[in-house]
């Protein structure tokens, strides 16, 4: 998570990872929240500055960026267990 600390990295991607969870009524522990949301933000920051060249700051924008990178992981996930 692009300007962030550690534990605000672990704060940012837990809440993330929360609202992901409540978005995509799925049902999933603390730690996995957090590791979706952290890894979540990842991925969709490597995709944005790979398209724009630029990507939110702060923690509002990287939680933004977490929850959308969360509920894709969580997306992916789904697609792939059903197939």
Do not use: H, P
């Not at 979706?36 to 944005?48: H, P």
């Not at 790979?50 to 992981?73: D, F, K, P, S, Y």
Request: net charge positive; with cysteine; hydrophobic share 60%.
């Amino acid at each position: 998570m692009a300007g962030l600390g550690w534990i605000a990295a672990i704060i940012v991607g837990g809440i993330a990872g929360w609202i992901a969870e409540k978005l995509m009524k799925s049902d999933m522990g603390l730690l996995l929240n957090i590791v979706l949301g952290i890894v979540g933000a990842i991925v969709l920051n490597f995709i944005l500055v790979a398209i724009t060249g630029g990507t939110l700051g702060g923690w509002i924008g990287q939680l933004i960026v977490g929850v959308i990178g969360a509920c894709i992981l969580i997306g992916g996930y789904r697609a792939i267990r059903r197939a």
